[in-house]
């Protein structure tokens, strides 16, 4: 069994979490895997004991992989030629950041050279082909594959009222009719104060 390193975000309250470890199911079957940047860096102080318990059976001695596995915004790669690098993208718009920017003191110009980073892997794994256009387009050579993460789209099940009514809390069918005083604001994001959902929302409901 090839050992294979995972590098990703295992633990914080976001939905990159929950993603890593959908992916790290489907990893742990195939490949003898590690979590070497477990409780490191930004996740210091995160670490609770229930997720140190689940994923000690991952957490292993310093080791020479035969694949590195990328699940990050690519500025944190570590990228090492003497195994295999993978990195997986997710991207929302049709244009990745692929030229040198001097935004901040502290960040090198070369961080924002997206292009740079993923041409310096073995393979490119985009969540969807729109992303997987947006690297091709910005002028990364390596191959791409599109990876869908493991997410139960039904959720979102055009005409399936009935389900989608008792998500979002209401108690009744409407089969399209209007649904009174009640309505339900559609979000695709991460619910953090980054994004400032609340004040979206609050925006919303009283007009202002």
Not at 26 to 44: R, W
Not at 149 to 156: C, E, Q, R, V, Y
Not at 185 to 198: I, P, S, Y
Request: aromatic fraction near 10%.
């Amino acid at each position: 069994m090839k050992k294979l390193d995972f590098h990703t975000n295992l633990g914080l309250f976001a939905k990159q979490s929950k993603v890593a470890d959908m992916i790290l199911r489907g990893l742990k079957d195939h490949f003898d895997v590690s979590l070497p940047d477990f409780g490191k860096n930004h996740m210091q102080g995160r670490i609770t004991p229930e997720l140190q318990e689940k994923y000690t059976p991952y957490l292993k001695p310093q080791r020479t992989p035969d694949i590195k596995l990328f699940y990050d915004i690519p500025t944190a790669w570590g990228l090492d030629k003497s195994c295999k690098n993978i990195g997986i993208i997710g991207w929302e718009t049709n244009k990745i950041p692929s030229r040198e920017l001097q935004v901040a003191p502290h960040i090198h110009p070369a961080s924002f050279n997206w292009t740079n980073i993923l041409n310096n892997l073995d393979e490119v794994w985009c969540f969807s082909k729109s992303t997987e256009m947006a690297v091709q387009q910005a002028g990364v050579i390596k191959p791409t594959k599109i990876f869908h993460p493991a997410i139960d789209t039904s959720f979102w099940k055009p005409g399936d009222w009935k389900t989608s009514n008792s998500i979002v809390g209401l108690d009744h069918e409407t089969n399209g009719d209007e649904i009174g005083d009640k309505f339900v604001v559609g979000f695709v994001g991460e619910w953090c104060h980054k994004n400032d959902v609340v004040s979206f929302v609050g925006r919303i409901v009283t007009g202002k």
